[in-house]
């Protein structure tokens, strides 16, 4: 009997905590007077996709310059942080130690820090507005955890087993690509989906780098949406439905490898 | 011999990393020190002129009232959003960690405003605190905790605890995560031991799971910290720093140095390189506790 109270009590932690994310929903699909009223309609019964029409109508591009960086940014980091974890889990060598604090300490460099100097960078080098500025950019944040998360993952592989192919006459590159990466396919997908949302998510970056013109990712376009004077929170709200797709798609499908990032980027306890 | 060309295997699969974090992290870094030293303005990109300046940009962001104000801003909004997303996170770290029905379930869908994109949060928190139309409001008087409505957004004296608010939201998933792995490590036999010498549960917490979560613990709030002193996304979509600097920090303070306004980029390096400094400081007390279990692996 217990249990079923601690169910319930559970059950309503979820409602208080993910009551914004409702809220979200619940606005988005009103008509954009009906959220104007002096007190709120808490279903939208008379609800409509306005918002939605308007949302990818005016933010469409956004949402899909969203997804080509993040995609980038998934292939930059892996092609870099693999190679990375395997030495760094894998091979014996002095400085594997120093390494890994220097991935750890550069993930706590501010971002504004970064965005400053690398817009000095970029403007040097004309990759501001750029895709590929972007993807650079944003993989500054992904590599170091990718590489922490990958790495703690590779530990786990037997190094006998790397050893032994050695002995029959492997190179290392074999090694590597023949059995380290494909038993690491689901370390890869942690570290793949986390590049891909923190990405998706940047908006330090998307707002430093660009200027708007060229390309705009899906935050900055909330930003400047609701920056606009007489924003429309049912469309605004829309962008943000549309944009948290991604969130709740992982969630969805893949949350034993949620669980597995967080505690993998934070060096396993 | 075998070593000897492990490791250079070893460094050759290092190299583009390597070659990544000099050029995407080394220098930057470098080049924020310069810039910081430098009259570096808008011009300075047509010029390429900078002219040295030494420690001016510093006594500039030191001399300004403004400092102080985001000084202030940074340490309130980070004490309070850590000391309550903890709390809250640890209460439901041991409630999760109780068998029961949907569990597991529950404590998944409790990621969700972890994972969401900041921006998305701070756009929804935004309407919600709105001051005529936001439920928040509407909620509060419903049940009679308010007459009038609160001007969270645009009153200076709420607008910081609004903003923190809405980061303790953002942020007790984290906690709640980390926490509940560190919970599961416990042996339950020492809870069984507990129970059988008549430990009750406020004496089970007290004498068991705390001591032993102390790791954990201390990983989870030195990475709060870390993250926490250098929010941006947050505070910039729900208030933009305002209203009357009452939610800059030193974070948004930084941007706005930079990007928005002056252009004055030397100035804005200056305060991210105090905000280097903060988190270096942070950061070394982190690594400090990670460092030992690297030794473990490394064996």
């Known amino acids: 009997m217990t249990r079923y109270l601690r169910t319930a009590a559970g059950i309503a932690v979820v409602i208080v905590l993910l009551f914004p994310l409702y809220w979200m929903v619940n606005a988005s699909l009103q008509p954009a007077g009906s959220l104007l009223k002096p007190s709120p309609d808490w279903l939208p019964l008379d609800g409509t996709l306005d918002g939605y029409r308007s949302a990818l109508s005016t933010q469409g591009g956004h949402l899909l310059a969203s997804l080509a960086v993040a995609a980038g940014t998934v292939v930059v980091s892996l092609l870099i942080a693999m190679p990375a974890a395997y030495a760094l889990a894998q091979l014996r060598f002095r400085g594997v130690q120093a390494f890994v604090f220097a991935l750890l300490i550069v993930q706590m460099v501010p971002g504004p820090v970064m965005a400053n100097s690398l817009y000095t960078l970029f403007s040097e080098f004309s990759l501001i507005d750029s895709y590929l500025g972007l993807v650079l950019a944003d993989s500054t944040a992904t590599i170091p955890f990718a590489v922490l998360v990958l790495r703690a993952f590779m530990l786990s592989i037997p190094r006998e087993l790397s050893e032994a192919a050695r002995v029959d006459g492997a ?48 935050t900055v376009g909330i930003y400047r949406f609701i920056g606009n004077q007489s924003a429309d929170w049912n469309a605004v709200l829309a962008t943000a439905v549309l944009a948290s797709i991604p969130a709740a798609v992982l969630l969805v499908i893949a949350q034993r490898y949620v669980v597995a990032g967080v505690t993998g980027g934070a060096l396993k306890d | 011999m075998r070593l000897g060309a492990s490791r250079w295997a070893a460094w050759a699969f290092l190299a583009p990393a390597l070659a990544y974090l000099v050029l995407f992290f080394g220098y930057p870094l470098v080049n924020n020190v310069s810039m910081s030293l430098r009259e570096y303005s808008v011009r300075s990109f047509y010029t390429g002129e900078a002219p040295f300046t030494g420690l001016d940009n510093y006594a500039a962001v ?15 909004f980070t004490v309070a959003s850590i000391f309550f997303q903890f709390t809250i996170g640890l209460a439901l770290a041991v409630f999760f960690s109780g068998r029961f029905p949907l569990s597991g379930l529950l404590r998944s869908l409790l990621l969700l405003p972890w994972l969401l994109p900041l921006v998305v949060s701070g756009a929804v928190w935004r309407w919600m605190l709105d001051q005529d139309h936001g439920v928040i409001n509407a909620a509060l008087r419903a049940v009679g905790l308010a007459d009038g409505p609160t001007p969270w957004l645009t009153d200076p004296g709420w607008a910081l605890p609004a903003v923190i608010i809405v980061n303790i939201w953002i942020g007790i998933p984290f906690n709640l995560v980390i926490l509940h792995g560190g919970l599961r490590a416990i042996p339950s036999t020492l809870y069984e031991a507990a129970e059988l010498d008549g430990a009750g549960a406020w004496q089970r917490f007290r004498h068991v799971t705390w001591p032993l979560l102390r790791p954990v613990t201390a990983v989870v709030l030195m990475l709060g910290l870390v993250y926490t002193i250098k929010v941006f996304d947050v505070i910039m979509v729900v208030t933009g720093g305002g209203p009357a600097n009452a939610t800059q920090t030193l974070t948004t303070w930084a941007y706005q140095l930079s990007f928005d306004g002056d252009f004055a980029f030397g100035q804005g390096a200056a305060v991210g390189n105090l905000l280097v400094l903060v988190a270096t400081v942070f950061g070394l007390l982190y690594l400090r506790s990670a460092r030992a279990q690297l030794r473990e692996e490394q064996r």
């Open chain 2, 62 to 76: 030191l001399g300004d009232p403004l400092f102080g104000t985001a000084v202030l801003n940074t340490a309130v």
């Open chain 1, 171 to 218: 190179g290392y590159w074999r090694v590597f690509s023949s059995i380290i990466v494909p038993v690491s396919r689901n370390a890869m997908v942690t570290a793949g989906l986390f590049s891909f949302l923190f990405a998706w998510a940047d908006f330090l970056f998307a707002v430093t780098l660009t200027t708007g013109r060229a390309i705009e990712p899906i």
